[in-house]
């Protein structure tokens, strides 16, 4: 199968809904393709759910590399989306095109994700320029955290809503290919997915959006620290892990693994020169 593209996510709008899934490393980029999944993100929310930390703001450009390059060797036919951390994008238009283009040069990644409305519609309309493709993300954005006391819903006023439309427009005018709209009203979403003109890819934006997003570790009941109501988990592996990794535990004890299928022989006359 050919590779999706951006313009192929674009053309999706009101034909079919997209797929998309935040993955983070080979394997997942595997099973998501094997899956058919169009789309994986290589979020940065990898920041929480791979490294641990409380929040995604302490992130590097090296460290989204390292999983971006991994995920693009596994990712087949999903187009691979590389989330712009933290600080590579907002200070300057020249930063957001040069770390773009890492993504792209060095990560294999088809585009890349940045998270904001108006505020970096300059980057945007630059990174596009120079033939990079871009992802909008706005409503919750998670690099915001600080400004926004914490991860709350979003635009549950009139007022705030209509914002969120003007930042959703603006990066369809300044050439997003698609625009993730996080944890905000349902109306919200279902009213932005009709006017612009791009796509919309929805996570707890209610089910009018023209695709949706979780992450890989949510979806599969592998990630228990965080559970937002807007995550279904669609699978129990955590708990099948941990049963699978206490009987191996359980075998190495009781002396049950490894048998005889697990182990190497040697020629029996090497064997008996060998123990004499
Ligand atoms: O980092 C991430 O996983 C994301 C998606 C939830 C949209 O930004
Ligand atoms: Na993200």
């Known amino acids: 199968m050919p590779r999706t593209t951006a313009p192929d996510v674009a053309a999706a709008k009101g034909v079919r ?15 998501a393709e094997a899956a058919g999944v169009d789309v994986i993100l290589v979020g940065d929310s990898l920041a929480m759910v791979v490294l641990g930390h409380d929040d995604t703001l302490s992130v590097t450009m090296e460290e989204m590399l390292h999983h971006v390059r991994a995920v693009a060797r596994g990712a087949g036919s999903a187009l691979v989306v590389a ?3 933290f600080m590579s994008y907002q200070a ?3 930063m957001a095109v040069t770390n773009a283009g ?51 819903v979003q635009s549950k006023t009139a ?32 009213a932005v997915t009709r006017v612009v003109p791009i796509p919309t890819i929805g996570i707890g934006a209610g ?35 941990v049963a699978a990794l206490t009987g191996y535990a359980e075998a190495v004890r009781n002396s049950d693994f490894p048998g005889e299928e697990h182990s190497f022989s040697m020629a029996p006359e090497a064997q008996t020169a060998f123990e004499a």
């Open 17 to 31: 809904k997209i797929v998309m899934l935040a993955a983070y490393d080979f394997t997942s980029a595997r099973l």
């Open 159 to 190: 007022q705030a809503a209509a914002e969120l439309l003007a930042d959703a427009m603006a990066l369809a005018e300044a050439g997003c290919f698609a625009v993730v709209l996080e944890c905000i009203p349902a109306p919200v979403a279902a």
């Open 207 to 241: 089910p009018d959006c023209d695709g949706q997003v979780l992450v890989f570790h949510d979806v599969l009941g592998l990630y228990d620290r965080i559970r937002p109501r807007f995550v279904k988990q669609f699978g129990e592996l955590g708990e099948q892990a």
């Open 92 to 94: 300057s238009v020249e």
């Open 83 to 85: 989330d712009m951390p």
């Open 102 to 152: 890492r993504f792209l040069k060095e990560g294999r990644a088809g585009a890349v994700k940045v998270e904001g409305g108006r505020a970096i519609a300059p980057q945007v309309r630059a990174m596009v320029a120079a033939g990079i493709p871009v992802l909008g993300h706005v409503g919750l954005t998670p690099q915001h955290v600080a400004a926004l006391g914490g991860f709350k």
